[in-house]
Structures are given as C-alpha cells and as structure tokens.
C-alpha cells in the first residue's frame, strides 16, 4: 500500500469534498526543502516496484505531510457541488484539519460501493463528468495494464475499478476547480494546456481505438502562467494540485493558494512563475 497519501474524498449533504495533503503548512517558500522539491520537480518511480527516488524527504512525505491512517492531518479541502449534466455550479477551498474514517484500496471499495450511499453518490458524479468530458472530445486512454511475472505478464486488476475511476474523476473535477479560482482571482498558477489532436475522437471509439488512432497525434501538454483549453481532458482550463508530495508544480499551487486565503500578495507573479516553470 501506498505510503504517501496525497489525496481523499468525502461526501456530505450535496457537496463534494477532495482534501489534499498540505505540507506547505509546515514549510516556508525559501526553505531548503522547497528549493531542492523544485530542482527534482516530482518523485521518480523505478520500474517493476523497485522504489523511487523522493521529491519531498521521507521523513516529511511519509509522515505529517501526508494524510495519516489515524489522527488528524493539515489539508487543503476544495468543496464543490454539480449540476445534472456534471457542470461545477458552485466551489470553495480553504485549509482544514481532517481525520480520515477510512483507507480503501481500489479492490475494496468497490466491494464496498453496493453499501455505501456516499461511494454511490460520487460514483454518480464521476459516470456524469465522464460523459461530459467525452462529449467536450476528452481521450479515454484507460487500457488494462501488465506486470510481468517471470516471462507472463499479468493483468493488474485494481486498474479498472470502479472506484478507481472515481478517484480520477473527482481529482480532475477538483483540479479544474482550482484552474476556475485562479482565473477568476487572476492568480498565477502553472496552468496546463493542450491543443486538440489533428484527428478527433469519435464516440464510438474505444480505449484501444484512441490509442491506435489518436495518441500518435496528441500534442505534448504545455505549462504556463496563462490559461488555456486542455482538449486532452475536455477542460477549459486544468491545474494539477493533488500531488503536493509528489509533483513541484503542485507545491507551488498551494502556496499561491494559501496567500490568497491569508488575503496577502501571492508569492509568485505571472514573470516569476513561468520562470519557475521553465
């Protein structure tokens, strides 16, 4: 099991809730540790399970800067709520404290989905956000995925669960949130963009389809101070914010975040971020 926990989801009363770990609670922009995150930019996987080399020390990642098991944990907590058609209607952040009721694998929550009116309700959500973005021309890459046993591969049968696309439905869905607030404060976050590919995605077209036919003409995603269409994931504006212990970018969100909620001037300009970015 994963020993960083960046992320969480809750549902109450209407309303969703992501909570993100938040370990810029505990650490200044100039500190040491923020400036060696932003030179590594994120934490690197070795292939086959054979570890990783951390953005973030152990110590920090595995311990009071990630959401833990038991107890409570600093977060950064987006709330949103959606119409019918899976449209953000209304959203706000703010820094929280939360203690989390339960850790699920993938496999486990879904056993769990057929009992749980809350894992029910954001299944719902994220079945009505897929077909939005789909309509909007989203790729759907989704493929089964192998890990080799020997000279076997074998499939890995948490890839496609349920719940696992619920997670990655409320992490976009949360991530476009954040992209939406930047652009209505005017706050410089590293937006990412993407043009949309020479050929188009047809409704008819499967996982496998996509990637035989479109991939080869995706254009690489671009990061920037500016706002922009992310045609790969049907957004009219996407920041990456869910994965403060693994990606930089993500860092640097929160502290433009955390400005904002202390009504102080954000840490980093337009000049001063694209800067950082490149």
Known sequence: CTTEVDDGVAWEDGVLYVHVAD?????????????????????????GQRGKFHML???????????????????????????????????????????PRDFLSYEASTQA??????????????????????????????RQEYTWKGARPQAIDSVNTPTRRLIEETMILANEAVAREGMRKGLALPYRA????????????????????????????????????????????????TSPLRRAADLLVHFQLHAVFLGQPPPFSAAKMDAVLD
């Open 23 to 47: 370990p810029v609670r505990m650490l200044t922009l100039d500190s040491p540790i923020i400036t060696e995150a932003v030179a590594r930019t994120r934490t690197v996987y070795l292939p």
């Open 57 to 99: 020390p152990r110590e920090l990642s595995e311990g009071p800067g990630s959401l833990q098991r038991e107890g409570t944990s600093c977060a950064l907590t987006i709330a949103m709520r959606l119409d019918d058609e899976g449209s953000l209607t209304w959203w706000e952040m703010f820094p929280s404290v939360v203690a």
């Open 113 to 142: 989905l057929p009992n749980e009116p809350a894992l029910q309700a954001m299944m719902d959500i994220a079945r009505r956000r897929m077909v939005k973005r789909k309509a909007a021309g989203a790729l759907d890459l989704n």
């Open 194 to 241: 993407q043009a949309a590919p020479a050929v188009g995605v047809r409704p008819d077209m499967s996982p496998s389809e996509q990637y035989d036919t479109v991939l080869p003409h995706l254009r690489a995603a671009t990061v920037s101070s500016f706002p922009a269409p992310h045609a790969g994931l049907g957004l009219e504006a996407y920041v990456q914010v």
